[in-house]
């Protein structure tokens, strides 16, 4: 059972384009977080999520929490081909037990 | 600050071979996990190890792997007398003991490939 379900699972769009990536459970979690792994890589941590509603903005990328921190968003404004990668979000439970989605795999075209 | 380190980077092993996996976690930090990866796919969880204990192995088959995380020196994931299925790149995260523990952050990752 995939406990953080990711959509779209493979994205691919034109340089200079919007997108929203999405991460969605029916559970709760203490925190949300996204990473992004590019090939032959270990993800690297773009974001931690904390409080219900809360946004984040880093950059082009702006991070949402939703109101019940059982779900998140990533959009990513006027991508650029350094964006290409696989995006993870990773959702954490008191028992210090990480869950993590099945992945975007993005691909900016110039 | 050093990141998480991780070796060897990349491992050829022979079916029935033994592979160890070594994992320094950032200084500081008491608590690694150790995933799995196929390619395109998501991380999926193995073993949850503080200093000298295993706190929750659910995800790591109990036969032929195992993992400790000692008092000195760095993680070791083993895994013995590998089969082809266990070729994958194996991650390492580490993260502080308090405070910011939701957080972890990654190793570069071991591919291990079983011939």
């Known amino acids: 059972t995939q406990l953080l379900e990711q959509s779209p699972q493979f994205l691919s769009i034109q340089e200079g384009e919007n997108l929203t990536v999405y991460c969605n459970s029916s559970?709760?979690?203490?925190?949300l977080q996204w990473y992004r792994q590019e090939p032959g890589e270990g993800p690297v941590l773009l974001v931690t999520?904390?409080?219900?509603?809360e946004v984040k903005k880093l950059k082009r990328l702006t991070f949402q929490f939703g109101d019940a921190r059982k779900d998140s968003s990533l959009h990513i404004t006027a991508a650029q081909p350094g964006d290409t990668g696989l995006y993870l979000c990773?959702?954490?439970?008191?028992?210090?037990?990480?869950?993590f989605g099945t992945g975007t795999s993005l691909t900016v075209i110039p | 600050n050093a990141g998480v380190m991780q070796n060897p980077r990349h491992l050829v092993r022979r079916r029935g071979q033994e592979a160890r996996l070594r994992c320094s976690p950032m200084?500081?930090?008491?608590?690694v996990y150790w995933y799995r990866q196929l390619p395109e796919e998501g991380l999926k969880f193995m073993v949850y190890?503080?200093?000298?204990?295993?706190?929750?192995e659910s995800g790591m088959p109990k036969e032929r792997f195992s993992a400790e995380f000692p008092k000195e020196g760095p993680s070791i994931l083993r895994i013995q007398q590998v089969v082809r299925g266990d070729s994958a790149a194996y991650f390492c995260?580490?993260?502080?003991?308090?405070?910011?523990?939701?957080?972890?952050?990654f190793g570069p990752g071991t591919r291990l490939l079983v011939l």
């Open positions: 999520v904390v409080t219900g509603g």
């Open positions: 990773a959702g954490a439970q008191a028992r210090d037990q990480f869950y």
């Open positions: 200084k500081g930090h008491s608590h």
């Open positions: 559970s709760v979690f203490s925190s």
């Open positions: 190890l503080q200093k000298e204990n295993i706190i929750d």
């Open positions: 995260a580490s993260s502080p003991p308090a405070g910011e523990k939701e957080t972890q952050y």
